[in-house]
C-alpha cells in the first residue's frame, strides 16, 4: 500500500533525527537539518508517485502501478539512497554524525528504500538502473580519491557500493539481496573497527598500530574485502554481477564497472597501506595513542570473519538466494 510505505519511510526518517544531533555541536546540527530536508523531499516524491499512480489505476496497490510513476519513484528513492548524480548531501551527513550514527546511516537506513526499490522491481526500467548503478559507481570511487576523512572516504566508498547493488538489481532481485547482507556486513566490521580505535582522520589511521595491533591487521583485511579484491568476501558480490553482466551481454557495461571499481580500490589501498606503516610520517608532529586494555565489542571478531572469509562460500549463498 502507497501510503503505508510512505509512512514506514517518514518514521525511519523521524527517528533518526534525535540520533543524528544527539552530539550537540553545530555541525551535528547542520547534518541534521540537511537529512531532514532531504528526506522530506523525496518523501514528498514518493507520495506524489503514490497518488498519480492511484489516479491512474484507481487502487493503492504497489503492485499495480501506471506508467509515470517508477519514474518518479526512481529518483525519489535515488536521492533518499544518496545515489549519484544526487549525492552531494551523504559526505557532509556523515562527516556531521559520530562514527556509531554514520554506520546507521550507511547501512540500516538503506534497508526501507531499497525494499520498495526491490518490491517495485518489474516495472523499472532495467537500463535507467544499470546506467545510474555505473554512474555512482564511478562518482564515488572519484569523490574518494581526494579525502583525508575516514567518514567522507567511507560515504564514497557507500555511494559506489550502493552503484553496484543497483546494478544487481537490474539483473536479479536475489543477487540484489545477497549483496546488501554482504555490503551490511563489511560496512558494520568497517565502521566498528574506526568507532573501536577512534579514527577520524587518515593521520589517526597511521598510528592505530600503538592501540591494538591484532585489531590493526583485521582492519586492513576488512578495508581489502571491501575494496572487493580476492580471496576476501567482498570480491563475491562483484564477480557474481559482472558474471550476469556478460551472460546478459552487457560486456561495454560491464567494463566500465570494473574500471570504476579501481579508483574506489585505490584509497582503500591508501587506507590500508597507512595501517600498515610501522612508524607514521612525520613522527615529530604526530600524537601517539595510549595503550589501553583494548575494549572490544563482543560480536566485532565475528564480523570480521564474515567479511573475509565468506568467498569459498560464494556457491551456496548464491543457491540459498
Known sequence: ??????????????????????????????????????????????LFAGIINTWHTGQWSISHTSSSAPIIITVAIMLKLGLAPTHLWYPDILQGSTMATALILSTWQKIAPLSLLLMMSNHLSSNTLLYLGVLSALVGGWLGLNQTQVRKMLAASSI????????????????????????????TTVFSQMDTMETKTLPDISTMW?????????????????????????????????????????????????????????????????????????TGSTKFKWRHKTNLQKNLPALMMLAILLLPLTPLLHMAT
Do not use: C
Open 210 to 282: 600503538t592501540y591494538s595491533p591484532p585489531l590493526l591487521l583485521l582492519t586492513m583485511l576488512a578495508l581489502i574485502s571491501l575494496g572487493g579484491l580476492p580471496p576476501m568476501t567482498g570480491f563475491m558480490p562483484k564477480w557474481l554481477i559482472l558474471k550476469d553482466m556478460l551472460l546478459t551481454e552487457i560486456a561495454p557495461l560491464a567494463l566500465v564497472l570494473l574500471l570504476a571499481s579501481l579508483p574506489s580500490l585505490f584509497f582503500y589501498l591508501r587506507i590500508a597501506y597507512l595501517t600498515a606503516l610501522t612508524a607514521p610520517p612525520a
Open 1 to 46: 500500500h502507497w501510503l503505508l510505505a510512505w509512512l514506514g519511510l517518514e518514521l525511519n526518517t523521524l527517528s533518526i533525527l534525535p540520533i543524528i544531533m544527539k552530539p550537540g555541536h553545530p555541525q551535528a546540527t547542520e547534518a541534521t537539518t540537511k537529512y531532514f530536508l532531504i528526506q522530506t523531499t523525496a518523501a514528498a516524491m514518493i
Open 160 to 187: 559506489a557500493h550502493m552503484g553496484w547493488l543497483i546494478t544487481a538489481l537490474a539483473l536479479s532481485p536475489t543477487l540484489m539481496t545477497l549483496t546488501l547482507v554482504i555490503y551490511i556486513t563489511m560496512t
